[in-house]
């Protein structure tokens, strides 16, 4: 029985079966309302109709399969996207909590580790970026921002930790299917801070993978 619902799920099975119908119907209609078999004169069938008939369910069918190769390319690029979503949604808490580790512990600052992270982090965020098809700040809503010196590491990475903290854990990440039309409201506010967010993280990481290249090719 389980073999017999995959063919029923598969659309091209289903087009097949549903040009047959009327075919099968036509044949029955045939045999019920003619004579019995050796009597009366044999029916005269057109080739030429015929020959038509079937290029027609044939057109039918190339289509449909070309429309199932369509849908199948779409959905493995879906698909390869979400998964390509999830990695970088993944790696880059990792990442978040290696930092926050090492700020706790006290771990002196490795300018050449904090310079790998953070721009691996610029990188995944940047790709979340462009999933979500977010825009860009508007010049004029960018902040001119000093370079961070030596002494603004560390409240830098904190920051940025923290940013991170409030970016995986908005509520516009849920399932939206749980979303009623009272709350529409609170989730497109959800919404706007999930996308200030993540522009923050951007800016951020990208600040700090500057800064920290800087300081670690300055001499001691």
């Given amino acids: 029985m389980k073999h017999a619902i995959q063919l029923v799920k598969n659309p091209l099975v289903c087009l097949a079966v549903a040009l047959a119908i009327p075919t099968l119907m036509q044949t029955q209609i045939r045999a019920q309302s003619g004579p019995p078999a050796g009597q009366?004169?044999?029916?005269v069938i057109n080739p030429k109709s015929t020959a038509r008939e079937q290029e027609i369910r044939e057109s039918r069918l190339r289509s449909a399969e070309l429309h199932a190769e369509s849908d199948n390319t779409l959905q493995q690029k879906i698909e390869a996207t979400i998964k390509k979503m999830k990695e970088d949604f993944t790696r880059i808490q990792v990442i978040r909590n290696v930092i926050a580790h090492n700020l706790v512990a006290r771990v002196p600052l490795d300018y050449g580790t904090i310079s790998d992270q953070t721009?691996?982090?610029n990188k995944r965020t940047s790709r979340l970026k462009t999933f979500m098809m977010l825009g860009s700040r508007d010049e004029k809503d960018k902040e001119i921002k000093k370079e961070l010196g030596a002494s603004d590491m560390t409240s830098a990475l904190v920051r940025l930790c923290k940013l991170i903290d409030e970016f995986v854990e908005n509520p516009a990440l849920r399932n939206i299917a749980t979303l009623d039309a009272n709350h529409l409201d609170k989730a497109k506010a959800d919404k706007s801070q999930l996308d200030?967010?993540?522009?923050?993280?951007i800016e951020l990481s990208g600040r700090i993978r500057q800064s920290a290249q800087k300081l670690e090719q300055a001499p001691q």
Wanted: hydrophobic residues 40%.
């Fill in 119 to 121: 721009g691996e982090i």
């Fill in 40 to 43: 009366g004169s044999p029916s």
């Fill in 196 to 201: 200030a967010d993540l522009l923050n993280i």
